[in-house]
């Protein structure tokens, strides 16, 4: 029986506006909801003379219930909810960016960081790349995901120093009163006027008459492929990889033999790297299926790894090595949210894609600790090196192994 969608070519006139407000809002959301942490994190430190430990455990709270609400995210998205989730949640962010303003007590910080890791969730890239696949159909999502992280790159470039003379100026207290507006007054107004329900792409209607599956059904469906679960050991292990080597890149940097300056110079690569990477996944392979592109761009990742295990200390040397580790990142953050429609299923993008990014998201909150207590316990950062080339060779691993399954 025929399972050939019919009606689904979205029209393309008019997400011009669409993308550009979404890729502003996405630079403020990235910028306030997620860069600004460690400095305001710091700015505290000093003032309330509350220990690391304590403030970055806040965040991993945050994050880990991050992933216990990708997938409701996701599916309330695949129902049209898109413009009340993000909006909403954009409120939310702004108020609760408040009440950190005025914290005194380690109870209320952990409170207000579970409530912003949440809201993540529903204000990063994935409920945005849900919110494209639904306007335009999963299938002809590419440009919009690719344009949007060409924005997104730019978050940390435009709010780290933003954040950073605030706190200079207006002190922490005052620096989150600014971030709260950012949210509640720009960020939301922009996702709710930018996205609308009725502009959506037609719901698909099968040949033989039948409905596309949707929420848990979809998933449920999805997990029956073996291209679902490849997917899922190469997310779970680039997120370990990934946020082990973000988290421990300064200190790891040091050890191996660079001064300070030098480090700051190796990590400001990164940054213009991912965008350059990007650019050029438009530039030279704007048609390329995504599973030729991931399986091209993981193996990047474990040599990496390997590079900065036997680089000299050189900032040249390691420079380099964190431009391609840069470029590579860029990259693959596009093959994730193209990844589902093209090797597991067009069927329900917010939920199989949610139920994706939760996992991801728990690795990610708890790897960084891993990766601390293994230094403390082997007295190096060789041993954490050696963990996270481990992971990006799995992540190499599901991710060919979902390319060779995914249907054709």
């Given at each position: 029986m025929s399972q050939r969608p019919l009606g689904v070519d979205a029209q393309a006139a008019g997400t011009g506006w669409f993308i550009t407000a979404l890729g502003i809002a996405q630079i403020c959301s990235w910028g306030t909801l997620f860069y600004g942490f460690p400095l305001i994190a710091e700015a505290m430190r000093g003032d309330l003379g509350w220990s690391k430990p304590v403030l970055y455990g806040a965040a991993t709270l945050g994050v880990v219930l991050a992933s216990m609400a990708a997938y409701p995210v996701g599916a309330a998205i695949d129902r049209g909810r898109g413009r009340y989730i993000m909006a909403g949640a954009s409120v939310l962010a702004g108020l609760l960016l408040l009440a950190w303003s005025q914290v005194e007590e380690v109870t209320a910080f952990y409170v207000v960081l579970a409530g912003l890791g949440m809201l993540q969730a529903a204000t990063l890239y994935e409920p945005a790349f849900a919110v494209i696949a639904r306007r335009v159909g999963p299938l002809k999502a590419r440009g919009g995901i690719t344009a949007l992280t060409l924005w997104g790159g730019f978050a940390s470039t435009v709010f780290i120093p933003v954040i950073q003379l605030l706190i200079e100026t207006q002190g922490w207290r005052g620096a989150l009163v600014v971030m709260a507006g950012v949210n509640g007054l720009l960020c939301a107004s922009l996702y709710f006027l930018a996205i609308n329900p009725a502009r959506d792409s037609p719901a698909p209607v099968y040949e033989d008459g039948s409905a596309p599956l949707s929420g848990r059904r979809a998933v449920a469906a999805a997990m029956r492929r073996p291209s679902y679960w490849g997917l899922m050991l190469a997310w779970v292990s680039y997120a370990a990889a990934f946020s082990s080597l973000t988290y421990h890149l300064y200190p790891l940097l040091l050890e191996r033999g660079l001064d300070a300056a030098g480090v700051v110079a190796v990590m400001a690569v990164i940054g213009p790297a991912q965008v350059a990477g990007r650019i050029a996944i438009r530039m030279l392979a704007p048609a390329a299926p995504v599973r030729v592109i991931g399986s091209a761009v993981v193996i990047v990742f474990p040599l990496a790894a390997a590079a900065l295990a036997f680089a000299p200390p050189s900032v040249l040397v390691i420079g380099a090595v964190a431009a391609v580790y840069g470029a590579a990142n860029g990259m693959i953050t596009i093959v994730r949210g193209l990844a589902v429609p093209e090797m597991v299923s067009r069927e329900a993008y917010g939920a199989v894609s949610g139920?994706?990014?939760?996992?991801?998201?728990?690795?990610?909150?708890?790897?960084?600790?891993?990766?601390?207590?293994?230094?403390?316990a082997s007295g190096g950062y060789g041993a954490v090196l050696a963990a996270i080339f481990v992971g990006a060779l799995s992540l190499c691993l599901g991710f060919w192994f979902a390319a060779l399954k995914a249907p054709r």
């Open positions: 139920s994706l990014t939760g996992p991801m998201n728990f690795m990610q909150a708890l790897a960084p600790l891993a990766a601390a207590l293994l230094w403390q």
